[in-house]
């Protein structure tokens, strides 16, 4: 019989493989920095990225455009997720609306929100309704995917037999059809909650004033390396961030799923 782990080994046990990942790669990252293999302008090392970012929050200037991208990533993604979700499930559903609506998205899926840029800027000029529905389009396209196929997977004889019971349509949904997909809908908004900050940074090129990807281009134009090392360190971090959130609502409210 296996002895209970004490809780210093759970946390161990649960912290020390990401911890030791991070403490390898800033180790590999200072050794490059150091050997002078790339020119120093232009590969700052850990602590002097952590000196830009020290010095973009105390300025005021990482808050502005942290709120920015924020607010443009948010709104983007409910609205791609909520469509995008609501598609998946109708096309995953009815085999004839997925015959019909299958192709245009496979068509649509391989244009990046990149690509959309100048299109969606002439259409809605550089406000914030062309960002927004360039990330609601690049997120509804990945949660379809995954709802879709989820929703596509559940056994046919799980709903005949809740018909054959007398279970009417919402009940259906609610009791079966819902808990079998949810485990596909949360990698869906675990995935399209990146889709979005990749979006994001396509957006935020075109016209922005502000915001983590605009900081980026301003700071590529003067150079400024440990800047842009800075805000490519905060994307990530907001990557991962939302990634936890959305995995630890998928252990509480998915706790059949293994994910």
Not at 61 to 83: E, H, I, W
Not at 177 to 196: C, F, H, I, K, N
Request: aromatic share 8%; charged share 10%; net charge positive.
């Amino acid at each position: 019989m296996h002895p209970t782990p004490s809780p210093t080994g759970r946390a161990l046990g649960r912290f020390g493989p990401p911890v030791g990942a991070a403490v390898a790669v800033l180790g590999l990252w200072s050794l490059l920095a150091w050997s002078g293999a790339v020119a120093p302008g232009l590969l700052p090392t850990p602590a002097a990225t952590l000196a830009a970012l020290a010095d973009s929050a105390r300025s005021g200037v990482l808050a502005g455009d942290l709120a920015a991208s924020l607010a443009r990533a948010g709104q983007g993604f409910a609205l791609g997720a909520v469509v995008g979700g609501a598609l998946g499930f109708a096309t995953g559903y009815l085999p004839r609306l997925s015959a019909a609506v299958t192709p245009v998205v496979s068509f649509l899926r391989p244009i990046p929100a990149i690509a959309l840029v100048p299109l969606a800027t002439a259409w809605f000029g550089i406000g914030e309704s062309a960002k927004r529905l360039l990330i609601a389009y690049a997120v509804l396209l990945a949660v379809w995917l995954y709802v879709h196929d989820g929703v596509s997977r559940v056994p046919v004889s799980h709903l005949r037999a809740a018909r054959s019971l007398g279970a009417p349509l919402h009940r259906r949904f609610t009791e079966v059809l819902l808990p079998a997909a949810a485990p596909a809908l949360l990698a869906a908004l675990r995935y399209g909650a990146s889709v979005a900050l990749l979006a994001l940074v396509a957006a935020e090129l075109g016209g922005a004033d502000s915001g983590l990807a605009y900081r980026l281009q301003v700071d590529g134009q003067f150079l400024r390396v440990d800047r842009m090392f800075a805000g490519l360190l905060v994307l990530g971090l907001l990557g991962v961030a939302a990634d936890l959130v959305l995995a630890a609502v998928g252990r509480r409210f998915v706790h059949w799923s293994a994910s």
